[in-house]
Nanobody, 124 residues
Framework: VQLQASGGGLVQPGGSLRLSCETS????????VAWFRQVLGKEHEGVSC???????SYGGSVKGRVTISRDVAKNMVYLQMNNVEPEDTAVYYC???????????????????WGRGTQVTVSS
């Protein structure tokens, strides 16, 4: 099981960014994938998740501004971020739970597989 996040960078407040998570070694339609973010010195914060059957969940601080999606055939999961704020600055990680689930939870302990993160910096 492998995951690799990409697409981070510098974006101005109010701008948009799409993060990608390339996955391998498991099937997205039989697994849950989540996005987390972490600021140095703080715990991982759950951003969003998508379950085996495609149900989604969002963290309170990003709800309404981000959309998680996936392309099962391409083994890709995406996080579209709109109207970004300086508080969105963090390293973003994607993680997987290869257990089939109808719904998903954005709690770090649920996901045993993690990829390397991608830095998102929101600044003018």
């Amino acid at each position: 099981v492998q995951l690799q996040a990409s697409g981070g960078g510098l974006v101005q407040p109010g701008g948009s960014l799409r993060l990608s998570c390339e996955t391998s070694g498991f099937s997205l339609d039989r697994s849950s994938v989540a996005w987390f973010r972490q600021v140095l010195g703080k715990e991982h914060e759950g951003v969003s998740c998508i379950s085996s059957r495609g149900d989604t969940s969002y963290g309170g601080s990003v709800k309404g501004r981000v959309t998680i999606s996936r392309d099962v055939a391409k083994n890709m999961v995406y996080l579209q971020m709109n109207n970004v704020e300086p508080e969105d600055t963090a390293v973003y990680y994607c993680a997987a739970d290869t257990t089939y689930t109808l719904s998903c939870a954005i709690s770090p302990e649920t996901y045993p597989y993690w990829g390397r993160g991608t830095q998102v910096t929101v600044s003018s």
